[in-house]
Protein backbone atom coordinates (compact mmCIF):
# COMPACT_ATOMS: atom_id res chain seq x y z
CA UNK A 1 0.00 0.00 0.00
CA UNK A 2 2.78 2.28 0.78
CA UNK A 3 3.60 1.73 -3.14
CA UNK A 4 0.60 4.21 -3.75
CA UNK A 5 2.97 6.73 -2.14
CA UNK A 6 6.11 6.47 -4.23
CA UNK A 7 5.16 8.62 -7.33
CA UNK A 8 4.24 11.44 -5.53
CA UNK A 9 7.24 10.96 -3.04
CA UNK A 10 9.06 11.26 -6.15
CA UNK A 11 8.08 14.20 -7.26
CA UNK A 12 8.22 16.04 -4.10
CA UNK A 13 12.09 15.00 -3.21
CA UNK A 14 12.90 15.82 -7.38
CA UNK A 15 11.19 19.39 -6.63
CA UNK A 16 14.30 20.13 -4.41
CA UNK A 17 16.89 18.92 -7.34
CA UNK A 18 18.95 21.60 -8.49
CA UNK A 19 18.97 20.29 -12.01
CA UNK A 20 17.35 21.76 -14.93
CA UNK A 21 17.06 17.75 -15.77
CA UNK A 22 14.78 16.68 -14.19
CA UNK A 23 15.55 13.21 -14.00
CA UNK A 24 19.49 13.74 -12.78
CA UNK A 25 20.02 14.99 -9.27
CA UNK A 26 22.54 17.07 -8.84
CA UNK A 27 21.96 18.98 -5.25
CA UNK A 28 19.14 19.79 -2.68
CA UNK A 29 17.88 23.64 -3.38
CA UNK A 30 15.00 25.50 -3.66
CA UNK A 31 15.79 27.31 -6.63
CA UNK A 32 12.40 26.27 -8.58
CA UNK A 33 10.19 27.21 -5.91
CA UNK A 34 11.84 30.82 -5.86
CA UNK A 35 11.38 30.55 -9.56
CA UNK A 36 7.63 29.54 -9.34
CA UNK A 37 7.17 32.24 -6.86
CA UNK A 38 8.48 34.86 -9.16
CA UNK A 39 6.30 33.61 -12.34
CA UNK A 40 3.55 36.10 -12.71
CA UNK A 41 1.30 33.86 -14.55
CA UNK A 42 1.31 31.20 -11.69
CA UNK A 43 0.48 33.64 -9.42
CA UNK A 44 -2.89 35.00 -11.57
CA UNK A 45 -4.12 31.22 -12.42
CA UNK A 46 -3.20 30.08 -8.60
CA UNK A 47 -5.19 33.16 -7.41
CA UNK A 48 -8.14 32.36 -9.99
CA UNK A 49 -8.16 28.85 -9.11
CA UNK A 50 -8.46 29.29 -5.24
CA UNK A 51 -11.45 32.21 -5.71
CA UNK A 52 -13.41 29.86 -8.19
CA UNK A 53 -12.66 26.71 -5.53
CA UNK A 54 -13.95 29.09 -2.68
CA UNK A 55 -17.26 30.30 -4.20
CA UNK A 56 -18.20 26.67 -5.93
CA UNK A 57 -17.44 24.60 -2.75
CA UNK A 58 -19.58 27.03 -0.75
CA UNK A 59 -22.21 27.20 -3.75
CA UNK A 60 -22.03 23.49 -3.97
CA UNK A 61 -22.49 23.15 -0.41
CA UNK A 62 -25.51 24.51 -0.20
CA UNK A 63 -27.27 23.03 -3.33
CA UNK A 64 -26.10 19.60 -1.74
CA UNK A 65 -27.57 19.73 1.05
CA UNK A 66 -31.08 21.50 0.03
CA UNK A 67 -31.09 17.96 -2.61
CA UNK A 68 -30.09 15.96 0.26
CA UNK A 69 -32.97 17.24 2.52
CA UNK A 70 -35.39 17.28 -0.33
CA UNK A 71 -34.70 14.01 -1.22
CA UNK A 72 -35.15 13.22 2.67
CA UNK A 73 -38.47 14.96 2.43
CA UNK A 74 -39.65 12.65 -0.37
CA UNK A 75 -42.20 9.56 -0.35
CA UNK A 76 -40.80 7.01 -3.46
CA UNK A 77 -42.88 8.09 -6.39
CA UNK A 78 -41.74 8.84 -9.92
CA UNK A 79 -40.85 12.01 -9.74
CA UNK A 80 -38.00 11.37 -6.85
CA UNK A 81 -36.91 8.76 -8.81
CA UNK A 82 -36.26 10.99 -11.29
CA UNK A 83 -34.67 13.59 -9.52
CA UNK A 84 -32.70 11.44 -8.18
CA UNK A 85 -31.31 10.16 -11.41
CA UNK A 86 -30.73 13.99 -12.51
CA UNK A 87 -28.50 13.93 -9.40
CA UNK A 88 -26.72 11.00 -10.77
CA UNK A 89 -26.02 12.50 -13.87
CA UNK A 90 -22.77 14.78 -13.24
CA UNK A 91 -21.25 11.82 -11.80
CA UNK A 92 -22.04 9.25 -14.27
CA UNK A 93 -20.94 11.62 -17.22
CA UNK A 94 -17.52 11.43 -18.88
CA UNK A 95 -15.48 14.79 -18.05
CA UNK A 96 -15.15 15.81 -22.01
CA UNK A 97 -18.80 15.48 -22.42
CA UNK A 98 -19.56 17.79 -19.70
CA UNK A 99 -17.10 20.25 -20.68
CA UNK A 100 -18.27 20.29 -24.16
CA UNK A 101 -22.02 19.86 -22.94
CA UNK A 102 -21.62 23.17 -20.62
CA UNK A 103 -19.95 25.28 -23.56
CA UNK A 104 -22.75 24.44 -25.85
CA UNK A 105 -25.23 25.89 -23.17
CA UNK A 106 -23.38 28.58 -23.02
CA UNK A 107 -22.97 29.57 -26.39
CA UNK A 108 -26.21 28.69 -26.80
CA UNK A 109 -27.34 30.93 -23.53
CA UNK A 110 -24.94 33.58 -24.87
CA UNK A 111 -27.45 34.10 -28.61
CA UNK A 112 -30.50 33.44 -26.49
CA UNK A 113 -30.50 35.64 -23.99
CA UNK A 114 -27.00 37.77 -24.28
CA UNK A 115 -25.35 36.17 -21.08
CA UNK A 116 -22.55 35.11 -21.02
CA UNK A 117 -21.49 37.90 -23.15
CA UNK A 118 -17.27 36.07 -22.66
CA UNK A 119 -16.65 33.05 -20.98
CA UNK A 120 -14.68 32.92 -17.71
CA UNK A 121 -14.24 32.86 -14.35
CA UNK A 122 -18.25 32.97 -14.20
CA UNK A 123 -19.04 29.99 -16.87
CA UNK A 124 -15.93 28.22 -14.53
CA UNK A 125 -17.38 28.24 -11.67
CA UNK A 126 -21.36 27.40 -12.54
CA UNK A 127 -19.53 23.97 -14.19
CA UNK A 128 -18.13 23.67 -11.25
CA UNK A 129 -21.00 24.03 -8.33
CA UNK A 130 -22.67 21.36 -11.07
CA UNK A 131 -20.53 18.57 -10.73
CA UNK A 132 -19.66 19.56 -6.94
CA UNK A 133 -23.48 20.07 -5.61
CA UNK A 134 -23.51 16.08 -6.30
CA UNK A 135 -20.76 15.11 -4.89
CA UNK A 136 -22.11 17.40 -1.77
CA UNK A 137 -25.38 15.54 -2.42
CA UNK A 138 -24.12 11.95 -1.43
CA UNK A 139 -21.83 12.74 1.44
CA UNK A 140 -24.69 15.06 3.50
CA UNK A 141 -27.49 12.40 2.43
CA UNK A 142 -25.80 9.51 3.84
CA UNK A 143 -24.89 11.25 6.82
CA UNK A 144 -29.08 12.27 7.02
CA UNK A 145 -29.85 8.93 6.70
CA UNK A 146 -27.83 8.12 10.00
CA UNK A 147 -29.31 10.97 12.02
CA UNK A 148 -31.97 10.13 14.73
CA UNK A 149 -34.87 12.28 13.42
CA UNK A 150 -35.92 12.35 17.33
CA UNK A 151 -34.32 15.33 18.15
CA UNK A 152 -35.81 17.44 15.23
CA UNK A 153 -39.23 16.03 16.64
CA UNK A 154 -38.94 16.71 20.14
CA UNK A 155 -37.80 20.38 18.73
CA UNK A 156 -40.94 20.46 16.99
CA UNK A 157 -42.82 19.16 20.29
CA UNK A 158 -41.64 22.34 22.34
CA UNK A 159 -43.02 24.38 19.45
CA UNK A 160 -39.88 25.22 17.33
CA UNK A 161 -40.86 26.66 13.59
CA UNK A 162 -39.84 24.69 10.78
CA UNK A 163 -36.76 27.09 9.67
CA UNK A 164 -35.89 27.17 13.43
CA UNK A 165 -35.39 22.99 13.93
CA UNK A 166 -33.63 23.48 10.37
CA UNK A 167 -31.18 26.36 12.19
CA UNK A 168 -30.73 25.17 15.01
CA UNK A 169 -30.87 20.97 15.38
CA UNK A 170 -30.76 19.78 11.31
CA UNK A 171 -28.00 21.72 10.04
CA UNK A 172 -25.90 21.84 13.38
CA UNK A 173 -25.92 17.96 13.78
CA UNK A 174 -24.82 17.94 9.95
CA UNK A 175 -22.04 19.59 10.66
CA UNK A 176 -19.07 17.49 9.65
CA UNK A 177 -21.06 15.80 6.16
CA UNK A 178 -20.89 19.72 5.76
CA UNK A 179 -17.00 20.45 6.51
CA UNK A 180 -16.63 17.18 4.17
CA UNK A 181 -18.58 17.58 1.23
CA UNK A 182 -17.13 21.75 1.49
CA UNK A 183 -13.45 20.02 1.18
CA UNK A 184 -14.21 17.32 -1.28
CA UNK A 185 -16.19 20.26 -3.67
CA UNK A 186 -13.48 22.35 -3.19
CA UNK A 187 -10.53 20.17 -3.75
CA UNK A 188 -12.56 18.68 -7.16
CA UNK A 189 -12.63 22.33 -8.28
CA UNK A 190 -9.27 22.95 -7.58
CA UNK A 191 -8.01 19.90 -9.51
CA UNK A 192 -10.87 19.97 -12.53
CA UNK A 193 -8.73 20.69 -15.94
CA UNK A 194 -10.99 19.11 -18.22
CA UNK A 195 -14.38 20.88 -17.80
CA UNK A 196 -12.36 24.11 -17.39
CA UNK A 197 -10.56 23.67 -20.40
CA UNK A 198 -13.93 23.36 -22.38
CA UNK A 199 -15.73 26.12 -20.74
CA UNK A 200 -13.42 28.73 -20.04
CA UNK A 201 -12.49 32.42 -21.96
CA UNK A 202 -9.56 34.75 -22.77
CA UNK A 203 -7.76 34.98 -19.82
CA UNK A 204 -9.28 32.88 -17.57
CA UNK A 205 -6.46 30.16 -17.27
CA UNK A 206 -6.87 27.97 -13.90
CA UNK A 207 -3.87 26.65 -12.31
CA UNK A 208 -4.87 23.13 -13.89
CA UNK A 209 -4.81 24.78 -17.18
CA UNK A 210 -1.27 26.09 -16.80
CA UNK A 211 -0.21 22.65 -15.54
CA UNK A 212 -1.48 20.66 -18.37
CA UNK A 213 -0.05 23.06 -20.76
CA UNK A 214 3.03 23.31 -19.38
CA UNK A 215 2.69 19.19 -18.64
CA UNK A 216 1.94 18.24 -22.41
CA UNK A 217 5.56 19.80 -23.64
CA UNK A 218 7.38 17.61 -20.74
CA UNK A 219 8.47 17.21 -17.35
CA UNK A 220 9.04 20.93 -15.99
CA UNK A 221 10.63 21.30 -12.42
CA UNK A 222 8.76 24.50 -11.29
CA UNK A 223 5.57 22.06 -12.03
CA UNK A 224 7.19 19.49 -9.61
CA UNK A 225 7.27 22.38 -7.37
CA UNK A 226 3.61 23.61 -7.68
CA UNK A 227 2.88 20.28 -7.29
CA UNK A 228 4.35 19.24 -4.25
CA UNK A 229 3.06 22.72 -2.44
CA UNK A 230 -0.57 21.51 -3.92
CA UNK A 231 -0.06 18.21 -2.45
CA UNK A 232 1.15 19.96 0.76
CA UNK A 233 -2.15 21.90 0.86
CA UNK A 234 -4.36 19.19 0.32
CA UNK A 235 -2.95 17.36 2.98
CA UNK A 236 -2.72 20.39 5.41
CA UNK A 237 -6.15 20.75 5.11
CA UNK A 238 -6.85 16.71 5.07
CA UNK A 239 -5.57 16.57 8.63
CA UNK A 240 -6.98 19.71 9.88
CA UNK A 241 -10.15 18.86 9.09
CA UNK A 242 -9.94 15.59 10.39
CA UNK A 243 -8.74 16.88 13.72
CA UNK A 244 -11.54 19.29 14.11
CA UNK A 245 -14.32 16.68 12.85
CA UNK A 246 -12.57 14.23 15.68
CA UNK A 247 -12.89 16.64 18.63
CA UNK A 248 -15.98 18.21 17.85
CA UNK A 249 -17.40 14.16 18.16
CA UNK A 250 -15.50 13.91 21.47
CA UNK A 251 -17.28 17.08 22.82
CA UNK A 252 -20.59 15.42 21.92
CA UNK A 253 -19.84 11.98 23.33
CA UNK A 254 -17.59 12.75 26.14
CA UNK B 1 -43.40 14.51 14.35
CA UNK B 2 -42.15 13.06 10.71
CA UNK B 3 -39.12 14.24 8.73
CA UNK B 4 -41.89 14.44 6.28
CA UNK B 5 -43.92 17.07 7.86
CA UNK B 6 -40.94 19.10 9.46
CA UNK B 7 -40.35 19.81 5.81
CA UNK B 8 -43.96 20.15 5.45
CA UNK B 9 -43.68 23.69 5.44
CA UNK B 10 -43.92 25.08 1.63
CA UNK B 11 -41.25 27.49 1.77
CA UNK B 12 -38.42 24.90 3.18
CA UNK B 13 -39.93 22.76 0.33
CA UNK B 14 -39.29 25.04 -2.52
CA UNK B 15 -36.14 26.08 -1.69
CA UNK B 16 -34.61 22.82 -1.19
CA UNK B 17 -36.27 20.92 -3.60
CA UNK B 18 -36.75 23.77 -6.45
CA UNK B 19 -33.14 25.34 -6.21
CA UNK B 20 -31.21 22.04 -7.07
CA UNK B 21 -34.29 20.80 -9.52
CA UNK B 22 -33.91 24.03 -11.62
CA UNK B 23 -29.97 24.02 -11.71
CA UNK B 24 -29.84 20.59 -12.47
CA UNK B 25 -32.75 20.86 -15.54
CA UNK B 26 -30.52 24.20 -16.82
CA UNK B 27 -27.27 22.48 -16.21
CA UNK B 28 -27.39 18.91 -16.37
CA UNK B 29 -30.44 18.08 -18.60
CA UNK B 30 -30.65 20.72 -21.14
CA UNK B 31 -26.71 20.85 -22.12
CA UNK B 32 -27.23 17.02 -23.06
CA UNK B 33 -30.08 18.18 -25.28
CA UNK B 34 -27.94 20.73 -26.69
CA UNK B 35 -25.30 18.46 -27.45
CA UNK B 36 -27.83 15.92 -29.04
CA UNK B 37 -29.06 18.79 -31.41
CA UNK B 38 -25.62 20.38 -32.44
CA UNK B 39 -24.64 16.47 -32.91
CA UNK B 40 -27.19 16.17 -35.74
CA UNK B 41 -26.21 19.67 -38.01
CA UNK B 42 -23.45 20.50 -40.00
CA UNK B 43 -20.00 22.61 -39.22
CA UNK B 44 -19.18 25.22 -40.63
CA UNK B 45 -16.64 28.14 -40.55
CA UNK B 46 -17.86 30.93 -38.06
CA UNK B 47 -19.19 31.70 -34.88
CA UNK B 48 -20.26 29.49 -33.86
CA UNK B 49 -18.70 26.75 -36.26
CA UNK B 50 -21.89 25.18 -36.63
CA UNK B 51 -25.28 25.52 -39.01
CA UNK B 52 -28.46 25.98 -36.72
CA UNK B 53 -30.77 23.47 -36.43
CA UNK B 54 -34.04 25.47 -36.86
CA UNK B 55 -34.26 28.07 -39.42
CA UNK B 56 -36.76 30.61 -40.60
CA UNK B 57 -39.42 28.36 -43.28
CA UNK B 58 -42.02 28.88 -45.91
CA UNK B 59 -45.11 29.16 -43.10
CA UNK B 60 -45.54 29.57 -39.89
CA UNK B 61 -43.35 26.29 -39.26
CA UNK B 62 -39.54 26.27 -38.65
CA UNK B 63 -37.42 24.65 -41.10
CA UNK B 64 -34.78 21.37 -39.63
CA UNK B 65 -31.66 21.55 -40.57
CA UNK B 66 -30.83 18.09 -39.24
CA UNK B 67 -28.33 15.22 -40.73
CA UNK B 68 -27.56 12.30 -39.63
CA UNK B 69 -23.63 12.71 -41.47
CA UNK B 70 -22.27 12.97 -38.25
CA UNK B 71 -23.39 9.83 -37.31
CA UNK B 72 -22.90 7.93 -40.74
CA UNK B 73 -18.85 9.02 -40.64
CA UNK B 74 -18.87 7.58 -37.11
CA UNK B 75 -19.71 3.96 -38.00
CA UNK B 76 -18.24 4.59 -41.81
CA UNK B 77 -14.88 5.89 -40.30
CA UNK B 78 -12.62 3.58 -39.13
CA UNK B 79 -10.84 5.75 -36.72
CA UNK B 80 -14.15 6.30 -34.89
CA UNK B 81 -15.01 2.87 -34.91
CA UNK B 82 -11.38 2.01 -33.52
CA UNK B 83 -11.37 4.54 -30.86
CA UNK B 84 -14.63 3.26 -29.49
CA UNK B 85 -13.29 -0.58 -29.15
CA UNK B 86 -9.43 0.78 -28.51
CA UNK B 87 -11.02 2.76 -25.18
CA UNK B 88 -13.32 -0.27 -24.74
CA UNK B 89 -10.09 -2.69 -24.43
CA UNK B 90 -8.49 -0.38 -22.67
CA UNK B 91 -10.79 0.40 -20.22
CA UNK B 92 -12.04 -3.47 -19.75
CA UNK B 93 -8.27 -4.45 -19.23
CA UNK B 94 -7.28 -1.91 -17.08
CA UNK B 95 -10.37 -2.99 -14.95
CA UNK B 96 -9.75 -6.32 -14.74
CA UNK B 97 -6.05 -5.75 -13.84
CA UNK B 98 -7.41 -3.13 -11.11
CA UNK B 99 -9.71 -6.33 -9.98
CA UNK B 100 -6.38 -8.60 -9.73
CA UNK B 101 -4.49 -5.75 -7.49
CA UNK B 102 -7.47 -4.58 -5.44
CA UNK B 103 -9.10 -7.81 -4.19
CA UNK B 104 -6.34 -9.46 -2.11
CA UNK B 105 -5.96 -5.50 -0.36
CA UNK B 106 -9.35 -5.87 -0.05
CA UNK B 107 -9.45 -8.80 1.62
CA UNK B 108 -6.54 -7.73 3.88
CA UNK B 109 -8.15 -5.04 5.23
CA UNK B 110 -11.63 -6.29 5.94
CA UNK B 111 -9.54 -9.35 7.66
CA UNK B 112 -7.36 -7.02 9.82
CA UNK B 113 -7.81 -5.82 13.44
CA UNK B 114 -10.67 -3.37 13.76
CA UNK B 115 -7.66 -1.01 14.86
CA UNK B 116 -6.15 -0.94 11.78
CA UNK B 117 -8.81 -1.09 9.49
CA UNK B 118 -9.47 2.41 9.51
CA UNK B 119 -5.93 3.51 9.55
CA UNK B 120 -6.04 1.06 6.33
CA UNK B 121 -8.81 2.26 4.63
CA UNK B 122 -7.44 5.81 4.98
CA UNK B 123 -4.32 4.85 3.46
CA UNK B 124 -5.84 3.96 -0.16
CA UNK B 125 -8.53 6.99 0.39
CA UNK B 126 -6.05 9.42 1.21
CA UNK B 127 -4.24 9.50 -2.37
CA UNK B 128 -7.77 9.90 -4.06
CA UNK B 129 -7.97 13.88 -2.38
CA UNK B 130 -4.80 14.57 -4.24
CA UNK B 131 -4.99 16.22 -7.39
CA UNK B 132 -5.70 13.57 -10.29
CA UNK B 133 -3.54 15.55 -12.56
CA UNK B 134 -0.71 15.63 -10.48
CA UNK B 135 -1.27 11.85 -9.70
CA UNK B 136 -0.92 10.87 -13.46
CA UNK B 137 2.14 13.76 -14.26
CA UNK B 138 4.27 12.01 -11.40
CA UNK B 139 4.28 9.19 -13.62
CA UNK B 140 5.73 10.75 -16.86
CA UNK B 141 9.06 11.40 -14.61
CA UNK B 142 9.20 7.76 -13.49
CA UNK B 143 8.47 6.34 -16.91
CA UNK B 144 10.49 8.57 -19.21
CA UNK B 145 13.41 7.40 -21.32
CA UNK B 146 16.00 9.11 -18.44
CA UNK B 147 13.26 8.23 -15.72
CA UNK B 148 13.88 6.92 -12.67
CA UNK B 149 12.68 3.29 -13.67
CA UNK B 150 15.12 3.30 -16.84
CA UNK B 151 17.97 4.56 -15.56
CA UNK B 152 17.89 2.55 -12.29
CA UNK B 153 17.17 -0.68 -14.57
CA UNK B 154 20.22 0.49 -16.78
CA UNK B 155 22.32 1.07 -13.77
CA UNK B 156 21.78 -2.74 -12.18
CA UNK B 157 22.53 -3.77 -16.03
CA UNK B 158 19.47 -5.30 -16.44
CA UNK B 159 19.30 -3.53 -19.79
CA UNK B 160 21.06 -1.93 -21.83
CA UNK B 161 18.67 1.05 -23.35
CA UNK B 162 15.85 2.48 -21.82
CA UNK B 163 12.50 0.58 -22.11
CA UNK B 164 10.13 2.68 -24.13
CA UNK B 165 7.53 2.89 -21.42
CA UNK B 166 6.03 6.06 -21.15
CA UNK B 167 3.75 7.13 -24.33
CA UNK B 168 2.59 3.97 -24.91
CA UNK B 169 -0.38 1.81 -23.82
CA UNK B 170 1.49 0.08 -21.21
CA UNK B 171 1.34 3.45 -19.30
CA UNK B 172 -1.84 4.37 -19.97
CA UNK B 173 -3.26 0.51 -18.22
CA UNK B 174 -0.90 1.89 -15.47
CA UNK B 175 -2.15 4.70 -15.21
CA UNK B 176 -5.40 3.93 -14.94
CA UNK B 177 -5.20 0.90 -12.87
CA UNK B 178 -3.21 3.78 -10.32
CA UNK B 179 -5.51 6.15 -10.17
CA UNK B 180 -8.78 4.38 -10.18
CA UNK B 181 -7.60 1.73 -7.55
CA UNK B 182 -9.50 3.10 -4.44
CA UNK B 183 -12.78 2.99 -6.89
CA UNK B 184 -12.39 -1.01 -6.79
CA UNK B 185 -10.89 -1.51 -3.27
CA UNK B 186 -14.07 0.49 -1.36
CA UNK B 187 -16.75 -1.71 -2.73
CA UNK B 188 -15.03 -5.24 -2.16
CA UNK B 189 -14.42 -4.16 0.99
CA UNK B 190 -17.43 -2.98 1.90
CA UNK B 191 -19.08 -6.39 0.76
CA UNK B 192 -16.38 -7.93 2.37
CA UNK B 193 -16.84 -6.44 5.80
CA UNK B 194 -20.63 -7.59 5.63
CA UNK B 195 -19.36 -11.25 5.25
CA UNK B 196 -20.36 -14.09 7.55
CA UNK B 197 -17.01 -15.80 8.47
CA UNK B 198 -18.58 -18.39 9.98
CA UNK B 199 -19.98 -20.04 6.96
CA UNK B 200 -16.51 -20.10 5.61
CA UNK B 201 -15.21 -21.70 8.74
CA UNK B 202 -18.26 -23.95 8.56
CA UNK B 203 -16.94 -25.17 5.34
CA UNK B 204 -13.29 -25.83 6.04
CA UNK B 205 -15.12 -28.01 9.37
CA UNK B 206 -17.15 -29.71 6.94
CA UNK B 207 -13.55 -30.75 4.88
CA UNK B 208 -13.14 -27.78 2.56
CA UNK B 209 -9.70 -27.04 1.54
CA UNK B 210 -9.11 -22.72 2.32
CA UNK B 211 -8.84 -22.40 -1.50
CA UNK B 212 -12.11 -24.02 -2.28
CA UNK B 213 -13.83 -22.16 0.41
CA UNK B 214 -12.74 -18.88 -0.90
CA UNK B 215 -13.53 -20.16 -4.50
CA UNK B 216 -17.16 -21.15 -3.66
CA UNK B 217 -18.36 -18.99 -0.58
CA UNK B 218 -16.32 -15.99 -0.57
CA UNK B 219 -15.63 -15.22 -4.24
CA UNK B 220 -19.59 -15.47 -4.95
CA UNK B 221 -20.73 -13.78 -2.01
CA UNK B 222 -18.30 -10.79 -3.18
CA UNK B 223 -19.83 -10.73 -6.48
CA UNK B 224 -21.86 -7.27 -6.08
CA UNK B 225 -18.92 -5.35 -4.83
CA UNK B 226 -16.67 -6.70 -7.67
CA UNK B 227 -19.46 -5.99 -9.94
CA UNK B 228 -20.01 -2.57 -8.42
CA UNK B 229 -16.00 -1.77 -8.46
CA UNK B 230 -15.89 -3.17 -11.85
CA UNK B 231 -18.14 -0.40 -13.24
CA UNK B 232 -16.74 2.71 -10.77
CA UNK B 233 -13.67 1.98 -12.53
CA UNK B 234 -14.64 1.25 -16.34
CA UNK B 235 -17.06 4.17 -16.49
CA UNK B 236 -14.81 7.25 -16.11
CA UNK B 237 -12.14 5.12 -17.93
CA UNK B 238 -13.12 4.37 -21.21
CA UNK B 239 -13.94 8.39 -21.26
CA UNK B 240 -10.60 9.14 -19.86
CA UNK B 241 -9.00 12.51 -21.48
CA UNK B 242 -5.38 13.48 -19.55
CA UNK B 243 -4.31 9.92 -18.66
CA UNK B 244 -3.85 8.94 -22.84
CA UNK B 245 -2.87 12.76 -23.35
CA UNK B 246 -0.18 12.69 -20.69
CA UNK B 247 1.03 8.90 -20.81
CA UNK B 248 -0.50 7.76 -24.12
CA UNK B 249 1.52 7.34 -26.60
CA UNK B 250 0.43 8.71 -30.55
CA UNK B 251 -1.15 5.55 -31.75
CA UNK B 252 -3.14 5.31 -28.64
CA UNK B 253 -6.88 5.92 -29.48
CA UNK B 254 -9.67 6.40 -26.84
CA UNK B 255 -12.75 8.01 -27.59
CA UNK B 256 -12.28 10.94 -25.11
CA UNK B 257 -9.15 12.22 -26.23
CA UNK B 258 -10.43 11.99 -29.66
CA UNK B 259 -13.39 13.97 -28.74
CA UNK B 260 -10.90 16.55 -27.41
CA UNK B 261 -8.56 16.71 -30.57
CA UNK B 262 -12.09 17.24 -32.55
CA UNK B 263 -12.75 20.36 -30.32
CA UNK B 264 -10.06 21.98 -29.93
CA UNK B 265 -7.52 20.92 -32.61
CA UNK B 266 -9.90 20.30 -35.83
CA UNK B 267 -12.79 23.00 -34.56
CA UNK B 268 -15.61 20.46 -35.56
CA UNK B 269 -18.50 20.96 -32.73
CA UNK B 270 -21.15 18.67 -34.23
CA UNK B 271 -18.68 15.81 -35.07
CA UNK B 272 -17.11 16.13 -30.81
CA UNK B 273 -21.00 16.19 -30.20
CA UNK B 274 -21.84 13.17 -32.60
CA UNK B 275 -18.93 11.98 -30.67
CA UNK B 276 -19.86 13.17 -27.09
CA UNK B 277 -23.25 11.02 -27.78
CA UNK B 278 -21.77 7.64 -28.68
CA UNK B 279 -19.88 7.97 -25.59
CA UNK B 280 -22.98 8.55 -23.20
CA UNK B 281 -24.37 5.32 -24.45
CA UNK B 282 -21.40 3.32 -24.12
CA UNK B 283 -20.97 4.94 -20.63
CA UNK B 284 -25.14 4.53 -19.64
CA UNK B 285 -25.70 0.71 -21.01
CA UNK B 286 -23.40 -1.01 -18.33
CA UNK B 287 -24.80 0.96 -15.88
CA UNK B 288 -28.33 0.05 -17.52
CA UNK B 289 -27.59 -3.66 -17.89
CA UNK B 290 -26.19 -3.53 -13.74
CA UNK B 291 -29.11 -2.01 -12.39
CA UNK B 292 -31.81 -4.33 -14.76
CA UNK B 293 -30.35 -7.11 -13.34
CA UNK B 294 -29.67 -5.94 -9.76
CA UNK B 295 -33.43 -5.40 -9.33
CA UNK B 296 -34.56 -8.49 -10.97
CA UNK B 297 -32.49 -10.37 -8.52
CA UNK B 298 -33.93 -8.18 -5.47
CA UNK B 299 -37.88 -9.09 -6.90
CA UNK B 300 -36.34 -12.94 -7.17
CA UNK B 301 -34.98 -12.88 -4.01
Request: net charge neutral.
Amino acid sequence: MPLLYVPIAILILYSFNDSQLVSVWSHFSTRWYGELFKNAQMREAAWLSFSIATISATASTVLGTAAAFALRSMRPSPGRSLFEGLLMVPLILPEVLTGLAMLLLFVFLGEAIGWPRTRGTATIAIAHITFGMAYAAVLIRARLSQQDPVLEEAAADLGATPWRIFWRVSLPLLAPALIAAWLLAFTLSLDDVVISSFVTGPGASTLPIVVLSSVRLGVSPQINALASLLVLFVAVLMIAATLVLRSSSRQKHG
Amino acid sequence: MSPKSLSGSRNIRAFTLGLPLGWLILLAFLPCLIVLAISLVEARIGTPPYEPLFTKGSGLLPRINATADNYIRLVTDPLYLDAFLSSIRIAAISSLLTLLLAYPMAYAIARAKKTTRALLLMLVILPFWTSFLIRVYAWTGLLNSNGLINNALVKLGLIAEPLPLLHTDFAVHLGIVYSYLPFMVLPIYAVLEQLDWTLIEAAEDLGASPLKAFWRITLPLSLPGIVAGLLLVFIPAVGEFIIPDLLGGPDTLMVGHLLWTEFFNNHDWPMASALAIALLVLVLTPAMIVYHLRRRGEAAS
